[in-house]
């Protein structure tokens, strides 16, 4: 299924390669200086020096309430990276505003604004069985059972034409692996322009 693996970054490993590139979020709807954060700080609404969330793994100095929401996942007789468990790592970092649950106000240890909540299309909510499968192993076993996907393990790094390991986050396919928070170039935030399927082709062999 997947031709050429491209594990997106989240926001683990999605905020610290965005963070290294050179494109910025000022002006994005991921610019959150001035709503929910009035004191006009672009970063801190996310992530912190001091005092950093540590509860879920690879999150980057994390400074926004987790969402503690369960989710009901993407489940199919034809995906064999299943049963897929809760979202993790990166993509539950996502979640902690996109699935509504969660005050966008609610970092720094406030608890946030009743209501202050994300909407429209950017509102993923808790159901998250028609989205594609996230939080699961991306490995040799995986492609060799699926037959349809490439082995990220021997593809030649090299984003939009091979797997890059880079783009998954500790070995798994995360919502950052398709999208960078820090860069919307390519609307909504991808990681490679998906013109003729180019993006999901990357992993799916089709």
Not at 6 to 27: D, E, H
Not at 130 to 143: E, N, R
Not at 145 to 169: H, K, Y
Request: hydrophobic residues 35%.
């Amino acid at each position: 299924m997947f031709k050429k693996l491209a594990g997106l970054t989240a926001v683990a490993g999605l905020f610290l390669s965005g963070m290294a590139s050179a494109q910025t979020i000022v002006g994005t709807d991921h610019d959150l200086s001035l709503e929910p954060n009035t004191g006009g700080q672009i970063c801190i609404v996310c992530h912190t020096p001091h005092n950093a969330d540590t509860t879920v793994s690879g999150a980057p100095l994390w400074n926004h309430e987790v969402t503690g929401a369960t989710f009901t996942v993407y489940a199919s007789p034809t995906f064999d990276g299943g049963p897929s468990g809760q979202p993790a790592g990166a993509s539950r970092l996502c979640l902690s505003c996109h699935d509504g649950t969660v005050a966008l106000d609610a970092f720094g240890g406030n608890a946030g604004t009743g209501g202050n909540t994300i909407t429209g299309n950017a509102l993923i909510g808790t159901d998250l069985s028609d989205d594609h499968p996230i939080s699961f192993v991306y490995d040799t076993a995986l492609a060799t059972t699926d037959g349809g996907l490439a082995d990220p393990a021997t593809a030649n790094s090299g984003l939009g034409s091979t797997i890059d390991a880079d783009m998954l986050f500790a070995g798994s396919l995360e919502c950052a692996s398709c999208h960078d928070v820090h860069d919307d170039q390519i609307a909504p935030f991808l990681r490679l322009a998906n013109s003729a399927s180019a993006m999901c082709l990357t992993c799916h062999n089709k």
